[in-house]
T-cell receptor, first 114, second 110 residues
Framework: DAGVIQSPRHEVTEMGQEVTLRCKPI?????LFWYRQTMMRGLELLIY????????DSGMPEDRFSAKMPNASFSTLKIQPSEPRDSAVYFC????????????FGPGTRLLVL | QKEVEQNSGPLSVPEGAIASLNCTYS??????FFWYRQYSGKSPELIMF????GDKEDGRFTAQLNKASQYVSLLIRDSQPSDSATYLC??????????FGQGTELSVKP
């Protein structure tokens, strides 16, 4: 299995631009999670999906952030408009049916907003 | 008070020694606890999870849980330079969300 796939791996953009991060979970995993990691705040859960349905988006920082999961094999996290404080590493993770089993993390997308 | 607290370190131990990493959590109702390892520039990977009070051993790693004290620890025996990484403690909150601590940086000196 290829594991969780994220793209792009690195993104540099200017303030005000739209940024779209992509994730392909491990096949057969029912849960998909989006995290953000910064030095100041550590690893924070933004949103997670179960069977393509958003379950908890309480971690989404503000309306500039949106996430979708149109099918079981693809999810996007969009930031519009982007701001310098959005600079972080964004991880996607997936887990099997049982929530309490391990979450498998993707390699992350390093986002720099200038 | 943060929901999950860890000493940020860095924790430095000599090769072959025991490294002890500690974590406290605030939600007394938490039932599931996880230790992740994260190498610099890489993604977190699960080392161990523990649900019951007491010790759980896996090779050189031992997780210890004391729910009464709201305390979780990870012991790494015979520490190796390859164990040098940041160790993240995570607690499962209601609804299945993982709440992560800030992580403890471990450095194992040859």
């Amino acid at each position: 299995d290829a594991g969780v796939i994220q793209s792009p791996r690195h993104e540099v953009t200017e303030m005000g631009q739209e940024v779209t991060l992509r994730c392909k979970p491990i096949s057969g995993h029912d849960y998909l999670f989006w995290y953000r990691q910064t030095m100041m705040r550590g690893l924070e859960l933004l949103i997670y999906f179960n069977n393509n349905v958003p379950i908890d988006d309480s971690g989404m920082p503000e309306d500039r952030f949106s996430a979708k999961m149109p099918n079981a094999s693809f999810s996007t996290l969009k930031i519009q408009p982007s701001e310098p404080r959005d600079s972080a590493v964004y991880f996607c993770a997936s887990s099997p049916r049982q929530l309490q089993e391990t979450q498998y993390f993707g390699p992350g997308t390093r986002l720099l907003v200038l | 008070q943060k929901e999950v607290e860890q000493n940020s370190g860095p924790l430095s131990v000599p090769e072959g020694a025991i490294a002890s990493l500690n974590c406290t959590y605030s939600d007394r109702g938490s039932q599931s606890f996880f230790w992740y390892r994260q190498y610099s520039g890489k993604s977190p990977e699960l080392i161990m999870f523990i649900y019951s009070n007491g010790d759980k051993e896996d090779g050189r790693f031992t997780a210890q849980l004391n729910k009464a004290s709201q305390y979780v620890s990870l012991l790494i025996r015979d520490s190796q330079p390859s164990d040098s990484a940041t160790y993240l403690c995570a607690v499962m909150a209601q609804g299945g969300k993982l709440i992560f601590g800030q992580g403890t940086e471990l450095s194992v000196k040859p």
